[in-house]
């Protein structure tokens, strides 16, 4: 996802998981329209995403811990910002 085609949310999103993860590929999915109604859902957009994500920083760690490195460089922003996230993330060569 170009930077340029997001929103700020996503763009602070992107910039802190390359600044922390130094990812080989990234792409964030913005779902937020097709939660309109639910729970969580803002009308200002931006609150629910999708992941995919692949970086060395990942090798030799489990799902768990992938999430954690994840929500860690995310920081604030999941408490206050972002209500729901689906992550893929992988290692290289997985």
């Not at 700020?8 to 802190?16: F, I, S, Y």
């Not at 030799?60 to 922003?77: F, T």
């Amino acid at each position: 996802m170009n930077a340029q085609e997001t929103g700020p949310v996503a763009t602070e999103m992107l910039r802190r998981l390359n600044l922390a993860l130094t990812p080989a590929k990234i792409e964030l999915t913005d779902d937020s329209e097709q939660h309109r109604g639910h729970g969580g859902h803002n009308p200002a957009g931006e609150s629910h995403f999708t992941l995919r994500i692949e970086s060395p920083a990942f090798a030799g760690k489990g799902r768990v811990e992938r999430q954690r490195m994840i929500y860690a460089a995310l920081g604030d922003l999941m408490d206050s910002r972002v209500h729901a996230l689906s992550i893929r993330a992988i290692a290289p060569g997985e």
